[in-house]
């Protein structure tokens, strides 16, 4: 066979074992279909063109709009970081990998290294996960305990917010640095392809970033799942308590006394807070549920793997499957700023006054005015 010939006449692969790969039913699933390819980068770099405008759009309208410089936004403002990371340290490798005619890290890795490739993804994993913890804990203690922090300064609270912020990172790079060893190791090999079409000119050597050890893989996939797990079922609880606590305070706020001038500021504060509170559990709810089919793979991988199912067999049962929720873990870095404009009247108003605003000084004063009365109500009673 003339591809044996090739496979041994290369002095590159002769040190390297040989796939063989010479019935079409283990070779095609090895292939990229390009009707595949070009509508997976169609959709990704549509989710990109979508994610990073907005995304950098929130961070501008956090940065320009004094009353929207909270505790709960330093959070997401955070988060939105971490999604622009994601978002363009995949683009890089799903560019790769898609853009090759065969399934092979070898592309990505030759450029980044395995570790390079994956590390920032879970990076940024990671940190995304406390951030969503870390907004919801806020918003149950704004809700479910708000006289916790009761007469502390503003700037006190901000301090502690990014101490939590640079905490939150550090223990991110801790946590992806163990899950590296299940993708630092790469693994070559050289594959003898069917002597037909489509198979001519395909690329002889192949590569995998594949775990350092048993165990490696073993760590890998439980810290990827327990972490997700775990923060997600402390979310489910403070967002059940926060919508029982909310449910309440509509039931009394019916029985209340004849609505004063005094008291409309402070109901509208509160019905801001209620409305940020309502954002935040659905922009967190469509976290978990964007990555609970990625985690579930990843445990199905495991099972099989403790059950002595041969990888390429998995592979084989779920490389489909894998690639549907690489999707929806792209997008769910892209949606939180829809998120936040379409369930917000507050964040849909802080966006049309960032891009909107006047260079008129007459104007500026008085949106400073307008600001300031905006930040002692929303600040004091909304958004602690």
């Known amino acids: 066979m003339d591809q044996d010939f090739e496979v041994n006449k290369s002095s590159e692969c002769s040190r390297l074992p040989l796939m063989n790969l010479t019935l ?12 595949i390819s070009t509508t997976m980068l169609t959709v990704l770099f549509t989710i990109l063109a979508v994610g990073i405008p907005g995304n950098l759009a929130f961070l501008f309208v956090v940065a320009r709009v004094p009353y929207m410089r909270t505790t709960t936004n330093v959070y997401l403002a955070t988060l939105a970081v971490a999604d622009l990371m994601f978002l363009i340290s995949s683009i890089v490798q799903y560019n790769f990998y898609f853009t090759h005619p065969v399934r092979s890290h070898l592309a990505t890795a030759s450029f980044v290294g395995c570790v390079g490739a994956f590390f920032p993804q879970y990076v940024t994993y990671f940190a ?11 918003r149950y203690n704004a809700i479910c305990k708000p006289f916790l922090n009761h007469g502390q300064q503003g700037g006190t609270r ?27 190791k790469l693994f070559k090999t050289c594959a003898i392809w069917p002597d037909e079409k489509p198979y001519y000119d395909l690329p002889v050597q ?5 775990a350092v050890s048993h165990w490696g893989l073993i760590v890998g996939h439980v810290l990827e799942s327990i972490v997700f797990i775990v923060a997600m079922i402390t979310n489910a609880i403070m967002y059940t308590l926060i919508i029982i606590n909310l449910n309440t305070r509509v039931r009394r706020k019916r029985e209340q006394n004849p609505v004063t001038p005094s008291s409309v500021h402070t109901q509208q504060a509160l019905h ?11 922009n967190g709810a469509v976290f978990f549920l964007c990555q609970t089919p990625f985690i579930a793979l990843s445990l199905g991988i495991l099972v099989e ?29 892209a949606v939180n ?23 008129n000084k007459n104007d500026h004063k008085i949106d400073c005015n307008q600001n300031a009365v905006k930040q002692s109500h929303y600040v004091a009673l909304a958004v602690r």
């Open 305 to 333: 793997n403790l059950l002595g199912v041969p990888p390429d067999v998995t592979y084989r049962k779920l490389v489909f499957a894998l690639t549907v929720c690489h999707v929806f873990v792209f997008l769910n870095s």
């Open 128 to 138: 995304s996960i406390s951030m969503v913890s870390l907004v919801t804990h806020e």
């Open 24 to 35: 079409e039913e283990d070779a095609s699933i090895y292939l990229l279909d390009n009707g």
């Open 272 to 282: 801001i807070r209620n409305q940020v509170a309502r954002m935040l559990i659905a």
């Open 206 to 210: 192949l590569g995998y970033c594949v």
């Open 158 to 184: 901000l301090k502690q917010s990014l101490k939590l912020v640079v905490g939150s990172w550090l223990v991110a790079v801790g946590l992806a640095g163990l899950v590296m060893a299940r993708y630092a």
């Open 337 to 359: 700023p829809i998120i936040y404009n379409v369930t917000s009247h507050h964040y849909r108003q802080a966006f049309v006054e960032a891009f909107s605003r006047s260079n």
